[in-house]
């Protein structure tokens, strides 16, 4: 067996493993309109794990999602109030979030820094422009927000499919293609593998770097959007720590921190963990909220832990072969 | 040399010190009151005071963020591990101990945090980044259990003395950052310890190979990163009367790291000074002072500190001192 899908293994493992025992104890969990929750409750949350899959595969890390999912809303709510048709401000939102990515991914290229300090200084720039745009929470009254809100795909036996719960749906599909079938994909894994032998394979490392975190933006600004529509309303203060949740289900999913190593079907996998983990919390009903997070916090460990065994291993496995063959030792000076 | 060695840390200081001093002058021209001080009860009153008292906090955390910033790593965790120290603390206090058992307490939970970030990162080889992440996220949830989901409050004269106390006119909390900072900075310094850690910093494996026994220094740099993390959860704590699991110490890990990197602490390890760390931690409790008594929204704090971290981002960046090289006059190239 390959070992690369263990670690994906291993997360569906866990997912069935916990809807079984949750489905055991409350059988009304097996309906499909818990189902369907699952997947609109989690709809931001889950488009912007597909932006980090991709920047924590490429080695990085992006902790300003949050702040730009926050931007978006209030930005949305501003201008809405302000008279602007909400398809266009989805337009302007999304071509303001993207680039603001882009910037900060040619930061991270040109001045060689770090990307964990770049992105938290587009963190506190994102949340600042939210509070100078307004310190309150602004409802968003529209028709075209109550026509999208309204959309659902009714499934058989009760549930129903909300719009932006089938966007997470397209999203994950779309970064499936991305990731497995295009050369930006290869190109993507191949960062996160090894810089240097990527970009001495012509790999062209600053348009990637660039695209990637401006795809990571992007789609926290499609997630902001889809918060938007799933709260109708803007507030400064929405989403702190969510760029946490989202490093969180990315880990849970298999994604290897190190880069190079993952798949985004890994992370709906661990999206769908953190969301069975709160439909539980609420179906027991005695239960505070910040299980929730201990919860979590337990299964990270965990999955780090597993995933460090399995590189171990793979490292002896490696060294073994290399014994066994009597392959000479490349030298770093020869 | 040997006797050069704590002093060499003076002429590099010389932007920092700058920097705090412009931002003093201009935190005077928006407040031509600024600089007054004014001696009550055996205690002085006055902004500049306030800027020490309410920086103390980010001070004091700054010390143990240097040290684990020059092993290259990073401590995410330290406001949850102030929630935690903050939250047992009040706990105790309310439950009528005394003062010695209260600190006692808090530093142990501290320390067991700072241990166990340590050993992931030392011993099982985490990535600081996600190491310390695993407490941040499950901490604030670990605080709750110790309120039990409340507010706690209390009228502990001890307790309350930590924050509210002054000695030689000066608040208690500045009196802590300054001796805390004074015994660390000496620690390191006058001892091999400072050079070790930056042994480690530049180069972990060749460090270990050298003879340094990089897995204790680690281990220990992360300890005292806990331990000052408990210091300030007390702190605030004390200055509330109270512990708030959900806000104490919220994103001022964030703050520590700013901190520590206006004090010229270079983030790719190797570089570090505790006392400028300090002067850091001051210099952005100045600029938040300033955006105060200007009148200005205490919103535009985020945005000064993301365009701060820009500027240093760029000025500390590989591409710029080649630039540097590059535009000194020939004769002085070699």
């Known amino acids: 067996m390959n070992p690369r899908t263990l670690p994906l293994l291993a997360t569906l493992g866990v997912f069935l493993l916990a809807y079984a025992l949750c489905a055991l104890q409350f059988p009304a969990m097996l309906s499909t309109r818990v189902v369907a929750n699952l997947l609109t409750d989690n709809a931001f949350l889950g488009i912007v794990a597909v932006g980090m899959t991709f920047v924590i595969l490429s080695g990085g890390i992006d902790l300003s999602v949050g702040s730009v999912i926050a931007f978006t809303g209030v930005f949305l709510a501003v201008t809405i109030r302000a008279g602007l048709d909400p398809v266009a401000g989805f337009i302007l939102v999304l ?53 999208l809100t309204g959309l659902s795909w009714r499934i058989p036996s009760g549930g129903r499919l909300s719009l932006i719960g089938g966007v997470m749906v397209l999203v994950f599909i779309a970064g499936i293609v991305l990731a497995h079938r295009t050369r930006f994909g290869t190109a993507v894994y191949g960062l996160g593998g090894n810089r240097t032998s990527a970009e001495l394979m012509g790999v062209p490392v600053a348009r990637t770097t660039i695209l990637i975190y401006a795809l990571s933006s992007g789609l926290a600004g ?15 203060l929405a989403a702190t720590g969510v760029e946490l949740d989202t490093i969180a289900a990315v880990v849970i999913g298999g994604t290897l921190l190190t880069g190079g190593v993952g798949t985004v079907a890994g992370t709906f996998l661990g999206v769908m963990i953190q969301g069975l983990i709160q439909t539980y919390v609420i179906f027991d009903g005695t239960l505070s909220s910040w299980w929730t997070k201990i919860v979590i916090g337990g299964l990270l460990f965990a999955f780090i832990v597993f995933q460090r065994g399995l590189v171990h291993m793979a490292a002896r496995r490696r060294e073994a072969a290399r014994l066994a063959t009597g392959m000479p030792v490349v030298s770093p000076a020869g | 040399m040997t006797l050069a060695r704590p002093f060499r840390a003076l002429p590099a200081a010389t932007p920092q010190i700058l920097t705090f001093a412009l931002v003093l002058f201009a935190n005077w021209l928006v407040f031509p009151d600024f600089f007054d001080l004014r001696l009550q009860d055996g205690r002085l009153f006055g902004s500049l005071i306030d800027v020490l008292n309410r920086g103390a906090p980010v001070a004091i955390l700054a010390i143990g963020m240097t040290l684990v910033i020059a092993t290259k790593g990073v401590d995410l965790s330290v406001g949850a591990v102030m929630a935690i120290a903050g939250a047992v603390a009040a706990t105790l206090a309310a439950d009528g101990h005394s003062l010695p058992v209260i600190v006692l307490a808090a530093l142990a939970v501290g320390l067991a945090c700072g241990l166990w970030n340590g050993i992931l990162v030392a011993v099982l080889d985490i990535q600081p980044i996600i190491a310390t992440l695993i407490l941040m996220v499950t901490g604030r949830g670990i605080a709750q259990l110790v309120t039990e989901g409340q507010i706690v409050t209390f009228t502990h004269e001890g307790l309350i003395a930590v924050a509210g106390a002054s000695l030689l006119g000066l608040p208690m909390p500045v009196v802590i950052a300054f001796a805390l900072a004074g015994l660390a900075a000496a620690l390191v310094r006058f001892t091999a310890l400072g050079l070790l850690i930056e042994a480690i910093g530049i180069n972990r494996t060749a460090a270990t190979y050298a003879g340094v026994d990089s897995r204790s220094v680690l281990i220990a740099a992360y300890a005292v990163s806990g331990l000052g993390a408990a210091v300030a959860g007390l702190i605030a704590a004390s200055d509330i009367r109270g512990a708030d699991a959900n806000n104490a110490g919220l994103w001022l890990e964030l703050d520590a790291i700013l901190a520590v990197v206006v004090g010229g602490t270079s983030l790719f390890g190797g570089r570090f000074s505790i006392l400028l760390s300090l002067v850091g931690a001051f210099v952005i409790q100045a600029m938040n002072t300033g955006i105060l008594l200007s009148g200005y929204p205490p919103e535009m704090n985020l945005i000064v500190k993301a365009t701060v971290i820009v500027l240093i981002l760029i000025v500390q960046s590989p591409a710029a001192s080649r630039m540097k090289t590059f535009l000194r006059p020939p004769e002085s190239r070699r």
């Open chain 1, 222 to 236: 499609l997630a902001g959007i889809v918060f938007s529509l799933y709260t109708s309303a803007g507030y400064s």
């Open chain 1, 95 to 147: 071509a303001i979030t993207t680039a603001f990515g882009a910037v900060m991914g040619a930061m991270i290229h040109y001045l060689e820094t770090p990307p964990f300090i770049v992105t938290l200084a587009g963190m506190f720039l994102a949340r600042g422009v939210c509070f100078l745009m307004t310190t309150d929470s602004i409802p968003i009254d529209h028709p075209v927000y109550d026509t």
